[in-house]
């Protein structure tokens, strides 16, 4: 273990980019974190650029195409509602917290994806219901640590307004002040996701922000005045990043209405897929299409001509098509046939419902509230323009004051092993040596 670094507190802003650089020198907290540390102002992702796929490349330190995770949901053809990939299981590489926990290190997690299930010593993992009567309650406690969440949920759990924010973010906050005051993890995980919602909702610079970020700032600050109680203030480092670009959007794009409409998925009286050829499984700006499993040659290459005789026509805002293998030259392999970037201001959706495979985003605030509305989102190519997120890190052997130009998210899981005296083996990304003294 580093001599000097004995705690390392992880805290992910979900959407935070790069251009959030100037909100972020204007607030307290964080002005100081990247006065006193070293930070990369340019921070290219992974594809697709996802929360979970990139959660679980920063974690891990290696691309989509070793980890396996290729996507947030999973594939669920005629299910509106999908599951996600919540569980560690998941994940086929050797993550931090497995490093960590080799070398006997305490962890603990509020929130950080693809956590559930995952050998943490005080784990409140990031997962959800999806069917009506599940219950919230039960589906945490399988796949957490119990005694710890009954806890939390003791103290904090009136906070929560279901998945509304700020409310969300405001019990992570509290919860990961009072893990780190009380229970000392060597290594503390936790996601915020205010920022993503915000942006999704109402834009990429929304006047929102503003605000979003002000309460960013103050739960930082409350995270590391908990590390001061606790009395690891001076053998603790911090690391704050962010996961994806994102971009506005005007228009939806709906494959599996356009395969509906070819006969290539069939529906039943009531609008509910009967049976399918092919399937489409959004990622936002981009699209993962499937051909199912007994696929045929005729309908392959049916499917190949209908994905780029619809990028040819200009209408259908796609802007690329890649095939299996060329796909895997951008670092993602799943269990997927093609795969398709939507151009500038386009984005994806799985409906197979509507009669329109494009249509208009009407923009309105009143919208916020339905999961389906989009103003913003992510999920495309990390080498779009202007579409970097953002890392800072400080503590104990951290230089003060440097900026490191260009990094890539992959690099950030062998230097956060790195400060806690760690190594990961086999990975995509380089340990970021530059920021060390």
């Known amino acids: 273990m580093n001599n000097k670094v004995n705690h390392l507190v992880l805290i992910s802003i979900d959407a935070l980019n790069a251009q959030d650089f100037k909100r972020l020198i204007e607030l307290p907290t964080f002005s100081e974190i990247i006065k006193n540390g070293s930070y990369a102002r340019e921070v290219v992702g992974i594809y697709p650029s996802l929360t979970y796929p990139s959660h679980t490349s920063i974690i891990t330190g290696t691309y989509p195409d070793k980890h396996g995770l290729f996507t947030n949901e999973m594939m669920q053809p005629g299910v509106r509602r999908q599951q996600w990939y919540w569980h560690k299981k998941h994940i086929k590489v050797p993550t931090l917290c497995d490093i960590a926990k080799e070398a006997n290190m305490k962890i603990g997690n509020i929130f950080f994806p693809v956590m559930a299930g995952a050998e943490i010593d005080y784990n409140c993992p990031e997962i959800w219901t999806t069917k009506p009567k599940e219950s919230q309650v039960l589906k945490s406690l399988r796949t957490g640590s119990p005694l710890f969440l009954l806890n939390i949920m003791r103290k904090f759990g009136k906070i929560l307004n ?36 915000i942006r999704h909702k109402y834009g990429f610079n929304a006047p929102e922000l503003d605000d979003a970020f002000k309460r960013m700032d103050e739960r930082v600050n409350k995270i590391i005045n908990a590390v001061k109680e606790a009395g690891i203030y001076e053998n603790t480092a911090f690391v704050i990043l962010g996961d994806h670009g994102f971009a506005d959007v005007d228009y939806k794009i709906c494959m599996n209405a356009a395969f509906v409409k070819k006969g290539l998925i069939s529906l039943d009286e009531n609008g509910d897929i009967k049976d399918w050829k092919v399937y489409s499984n959004y990622c936002d700006g981009s699209v993962q299409i499937k051909i199912k499993a007994d696929k045929d040659e005729d309908t392959f290459n049916k499917v190949k001509e209908m994905l780029y005789d619809m990028k040819k026509s200009k209408e259908f805002g796609i802007k690329k098509v890649y095939t299996k293998s060329e796909v895997e030259q951008k670092k993602v392999t799943g269990d997927f046939d093609f795969m ?98």
């Open 162 to 197: 279901g998945i509304e924010e700020p409310e969300l973010d405001n019990f992570v906050t509290e919860s990961a002040a009072y893990m780190i005051k009380s229970k000392k993890p060597n290594l503390s995980l936790m996601h915020l996701n205010e920022v993503d919602h």
């Open 340 to 437: 398709l970037e939507a151009e500038d201001g386009y984005y994806f959706d799985n409906d197979w419902k509507t009669e329109e495979v494009v249509s208009k985003v009407e923009k309105s605030n009143s919208r916020a509230n339905d999961p389906d509305y989009f103003a913003a989102t992510h999920g495309y190519d990390p080498l779009k323009e202007n579409y970097r997120t953002f890392f800072m890190v400080s503590g104990p052997g951290i230089k003060k004051g440097f900026s490191v130009p260009e990094i890539n998210l992959v690099d950030e899981g062998p230097t956060m092993a790195k400060i806690l005296g760690l190594k990961m083996n086999n990975v995509d990304g380089r340990i970021i040596e530059e920021i060390f003294e």
